[in-house]
């Protein structure tokens, strides 16, 4: 007997078994891998925020059920940070919602918005997520391709009619996983437009608006003009201040998006555990000091990684944000057997860029998760044991 719904039946396998299958066996013989597949950040949670959990620890009175839509010390510092960071004043009642994760969010959001059949429009390659759950709603999705000569942004141009009628939510990511691609306002206010016009909402995953480098800042589409009125924005305290195990993130923008999607939530979860939401409320509010030194300790790293991948014959544009790299595989290669002749010969884990979707074929992405010595070492291996033929 199955005992599945054709629903998880229809859910490929996980794209990363196969690679940690293999990496399960080179442990076990004795290799020294070294994983640069992993997109969690390899540096702790800041000391400051770590304490701030502990004394909400001590307050019984943070043990209840918590409210629905998040704590408002939570949703407070939510709409401080997009005054202060983006000028975007938001209403903490009603236009920000308290998330388990962001992943959370957006995984709900889908059966929040669609009916089955409706078209969900996803940026190929992306995060995983998107896609399955709009598989797990009963959706059906559009792939728009990010091409390095479109600078990775979608051209909403090439959508056709039909698919626009049908599609009832568009997802976009920057700075994106797995492209480390980064946009200007500009973008962000063709993407409002567009979607104006052509009424789908628009939500747009800032996972790494924080993790950015040098001069850039990276936009929150929700400073467009109009944009409340048809998008919303996903953000979370993962990767700004290393607590992907925290489980705590937010959604902001459009009201009745946020209203409709803390329905669904009310019925399914009941939030996340009030310490942690006060301690990611002391995050956004202390001094900003330690996202800098993560972005510096991620800056060097890249310089590292750039420098290696340039002498074996790689080159990659400087990504701006994110702490990917996501660059082509050498000549002769397809994406998976690329990442296969790497782990089998040097013990280095990379990810296949077609794992995101069919138009990351031809890429691998890099995560800068690991100390420099590591990403030497593992740059090393691969200049000396990889025959790649870089003509
Ligand atoms: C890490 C990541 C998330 C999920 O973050 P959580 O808040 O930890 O759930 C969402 N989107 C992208 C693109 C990510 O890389």
Not at 33 to 46: A, F, K, Q, Y
Not at 108 to 117: E, F, Q, R
Request: charged share 20%; with cysteine.
């Amino acid at each position: 007997m199955d005992y599945q719904s054709n629903r998880i039946g229809q859910i490929p396998p996980y794209l990363f078994a196969e690679i940690n299958k293999k990496k399960a066996e080179l442990v076990k013989s004795g290799v020294d891998v070294i994983d640069l597949g992993i997109g969690d950040p390899d540096l702790p949670t800041p000391q400051h925020i770590v304490d701030k959990l502990v004394e909400e620890m001590q307050d019984s009175s943070n043990f209840k059920y918590p409210s629905f839509i998040g704590c408002a010390e939570f949703r407070e510092a939510v709409a401080d940070f997009y005054a202060r960071q983006y000028q975007v004043n938001l209403d903490p009642e009603t236009e920000v919602l308290a998330l388990i994760g962001s992943k959370e969010g957006i995984a709900h959001l889908i059966p929040t918005l669609i009916d089955p059949g409706d078209y969900v429009l996803i940026p190929d390659p992306s995060y995983p997520v998107y896609k399955m759950a709009t598989l797990l709603a009963n959706g059906q999705y559009y792939h728009m391709p990010l091409l390095k000569e479109n600078n990775f942004e979608p051209d909403f141009s090439l959508i056709p009619d039909e698919i626009i009628e049908q599609a009832k939510l568009m997802f976009l990511n920057y700075p994106g996983n797995p492209t480390a691609a980064t946009v200007d306002i500009e973008f962000f206010q063709n993407a409002i437009s567009f979607a104006r016009q052509r009424n789908i909402p628009i939500a747009h995953d800032s996972a790494y608006n924080m993790v950015t480098f040098g001069e850039y800042k990276a936009p929150s589409i929700l400073e467009v003009e109009g944009a409340k009125e048809v998008a919303v924005e996903f953000g979370s305290l993962s990767k700004t201040y290393n607590m992907t195990g925290w489980r705590i993130g937010y959604v902001v923008g459009n009201k009745q998006i946020i209203k409709a999607l803390s329905v669904l939530k009310s019925n399914m979860d009941t939030g996340q555990f009030t310490p942690i939401q006060k301690a990611a409320a002391f995050a956004l509010n202390s001094d900003q000091s330690c996202v800098s030194n993560h972005n510096a300790i991620y800056e060097e790293r890249l310089n590292v990684v750039l420098d290696g991948l340039k002498a074996i014959g790689i080159k990659v544009d400087r990504p701006k944000g994110s702490f990917f790299i996501w660059a082509p595989v050498p000549k002769g290669y397809t994406s998976a057997e690329f990442v296969t002749n790497v782990l089998e010969q040097t013990g280095v884990i990379l990810t296949p860029g077609s794992a995101f979707g069919p138009s990351g074929e031809g890429y691998f992405r890099l995560s800068l998760s690991v100390p420099n010595a590591r990403l030497f070492e593992a740059i090393n291996r691969i200049k000396q044991k990889l025959q790649i033929s870089v003509n």
